[in-house]
């Protein structure tokens, strides 16, 4: 997949307030490239997990249009968008989802199983990278949200995908963990020629961006 482009884009939510808006998103023709890395500003309440949940299929309550390489995603049967989250577009939810019975190795494994797109040695090393080897087969229910954060982080990269979609990755991670992260994920996004969309309601995640949006 080459692009993921909006057309007059708009929750339902803010049909209200259509003449108010001041997005560079919302009610605009966006256009998100393979190959290039953007960051979403927002502040709360201007849409940022709307937003997101609509590149992923999660929600469908919006006007205006949402295209796949040009195709409209409104009329994507189910089966369309769990092959396009498995093999097309990632996503690195905000509140995480972990399984927090299973151990952190366990929660990537679980995706890296129907994808076989990351080696055991990978993800041990990426661990290893971010800080957190000695927390490879702890359950997830003990670790803290930053550790949390980055194992979702790693699991997020478990997969193949042609869009990689961050929402606040790094917002309970220090600099130092957050430079590692940046870095892991500029390697996956030249060896893959993935997209990146990094949301941000304050700090941003340390990368080279192509294009900053204000939500």
Known sequence: MQTISTESLLPHVFRERRDTLQSDVWLRDVTFERGHSY???AMSGTGKSSLCAYLIGYRHDFEGRL?????DSTR???ARWTELRRCAVSY???ELRLFPELTAFENVEI???LTRHKSA???ESAFERLGI???LHTKV??????????????????QPADFILLDEPVSHLDDINSRIMAAILEEERRASGAAVIVTSIGKHLPISYDRTLHL
């Open 121 to 123: 040695a990978w993800i």
């Open 111 to 113: 995706k890296n199983r």
């Open 92 to 94: 690195l939810f905000q």
């Open 76 to 78: 994507f049967p189910d």
């Open 141 to 158: 229910g003990l670790m803290s949200f930053g550790q949390q954060q980055r194992v979702a982080f790693v699991r997020a990269l478990a």
């Open 39 to 41: 960051l979403v500003e």
């Open 67 to 71: 295209l796949f390489d040009g195709e």
């Open 133 to 135: 080897a000695e927390k």
